[in-house]
């Protein structure tokens, strides 16, 4: 069975084993800008000198320090004139790096506002300062937290979104990356709208193939090439009211995949859903709580957290136990000022390390590792520095932060 929701052959997926992150490891925070370039970043090896680099907007920076940036696109509008309004939008909410042209060296793909087209970005390889060729991969991405991901099992990643009312994923074509992708719907229309919320794959009932998570439930991969109007068996459970990247993980370690979400991601709670099996097979889930859905404040081990909004999530071992810790936190004005919940509370960065307890149980201990960054609609989490620990990545309304970590 798959435990994890990344598929670890790709390099979208941070699937590494870090190494055992001493108590006192602490972050340096990077601030690359103060301005409000895009709501997502990502990284990888841009210019295969050995070292990892960050993309947040139209710019990626050399690693190790981040300071030297290269144009990956144009800046417009209101970016072109220093930086979006973060009473508004940017035209960048995910961003991700993988190899489509098979050419060797990583290019980026960008989810623009929901609605609008998903765009690669071919990287001009030794040139640095080339032209990174604009393709548009497909015209419409529907979504806040679309994904990469290999859900059809070909050991390479297919885009995650809805589009027209269907939810599906959609196909890269490998021998051509200059190709629009091919969309494949697992729904009926009409369920999903522009800014619907929320998406997670993984494996749920352990054969092997990848399914797909939705705040209203989860949607059973049947592993074959589907005839004009046929679905993914379809299985409800309210995940979440609003959720955004929701994780797929065995969270209590009993062999059976989990799920872990936002409950809402404009408002309060942080939940993860334990599978469970009656005698015949049957699957469901027990809701347990990790930030109260109600009132945004801590249960047991996060007693004492409080914050709202967990718009974007990843999935790490950080602390090098074998154990995958989620990293997550504050979107800062997701609407405005004076939008959603606490609006002008600290945008918080945290990590909460899971831990197995003896009696089956499991806490999630919080650390907290900023309070004035938080995420966007997307944080990322990789070694960067290469010392075997998990580094941070967001952009934001706030700006754009890497957080190495720092051994005593």
């Known amino acids: 069975m798959r435990k994890s929701v990344f598929?670890?052959?790709?390099?979208?997926?941070?699937?590494?084993?870090?190494?055992?992150?001493?108590?006192?490891?602490?972050?340096?925070?990077?601030?690359?800008?103060?301005?409000?370039y895009a709501e997502g970043a990502y990284y990888a090896d841009f210019n295969k000198d050995g070292k990892m680099d960050v993309v947040i907007g139209p710019w990626w920076y050399e690693g190790p320090d981040f300071t030297k940036k290269h144009v990956v696109y144009k800046p417009?509008?209101?970016?072109?004139?220093?930086?979006?309004?973060?009473n508004g939008y940017s035209d960048n909410f995910l961003t991700f790096a993988y190899d489509f042209n098979g050419d060797g060296f990583p290019d980026v793909l960008v989810y623009g506002h929901p609605g609008t087209a998903a765009i690669v970005y071919l990287n001009p390889g030794a040139n640095?300062?080339?032209?990174?060729?604009?393709?548009?991969?497909?015209?419409?991405?529907?979504?806040?937290?679309?994904?990469?991901?290999?859900?059809?099992?070909?050991?390479?990643?297919?885009?995650?979104?809805?589009?027209?009312?269907?939810?599906?994923?959609?196909?890269?074509?490998?021998?051509?990356?200059?190709?629009?992708w091919t969309f494949v719907p697992i729904t009926k229309k009409g369920l999903w709208a522009r800014y619907t919320h929320g998406y997670g794959y993984g494996d749920i009932n352990g054969d092997g193939k990848v399914d797909i998570i939705e705040s209203a439930g989860w949607r059973e991969n049947p592993g074959k090439q589907l005839a004009e109007g046929e679905t993914w068996a379809f299985h409800k459970l309210k995940f979440a009211n609003n959720g955004a990247q929701m994780l797929v993980y065995d969270v209590d370690g009993d062999g059976l995949n989990?799920?872990?979400?936002?409950?809402?991601?404009?408002?309060?709670?942080?939940?993860?859903?334990?599978?469970?099996?009656?005698?015949?097979?049957?699957?469901?889930?027990?809701?347990?709580?990790?930030?109260?859905?109600?009132?945004?404040?801590?249960?047991?081990?996060t007693a004492g957290v409080k914050f709202s909004q967990a718009h974007a999530m990843d999935l790490v071992d950080v602390d090098g136990d074998g154990l995958k810790d989620v990293v997550t936190g504050k979107r800062w004005w997701a609407h405005g000022p004076k939008g959603d919940v606490d609006p002008m509370a600290d945008p918080v960065l945290y990590w909460f390390q899971l831990k197995r307890n003896p009696?089956?149980?499991?806490?999630?201990?919080?650390?907290?590792?900023?309070?004035?960054?938080?995420?966007?609609t997307q944080v990322a989490a990789h070694d960067l520095n290469g010392d075997g620990i998990a580094d941070f990545v967001v952009g934001n309304k706030r700006g754009c932060f890497v957080f190495l970590s720092q051994k005593p």
């Open 7 to 36: 598929a670890a052959a790709i390099v979208l997926a941070s699937a590494a084993a870090f190494a055992q992150a001493p108590k006192e490891t602490t972050w340096k925070k990077i601030t690359i800008s103060d301005k409000f």
């Open 76 to 86: 417009t509008g209101k970016l072109a004139e220093g930086s979006y309004d973060p």
């Open 128 to 180: 640095v300062d080339g032209e990174w060729k604009k393709i548009s991969a497909f015209p419409s991405a529907d979504n806040e937290s679309q994904g990469l991901a290999d859900i059809d099992g070909t050991g390479k990643p297919q885009g995650l979104f809805h589009t027209a009312g269907f939810l599906g994923y959609a196909r890269p074509d490998y021998t051509d990356a200059t190709k629009q």
């Open 258 to 301: 989990d799920v872990i979400t936002a409950w809402e991601c404009h408002g309060n709670g942080i939940v993860w859903w334990k599978q469970v099996r009656d005698a015949k097979g049957e699957i469901s889930f027990v809701e347990n709580t990790i930030i109260d859905p109600k009132t945004g404040e801590g249960v047991g081990p």
């Open 359 to 376: 009696d089956k149980s499991v806490s999630w201990i919080p650390h907290l590792v900023d309070k004035e960054s938080g995420v966007g």
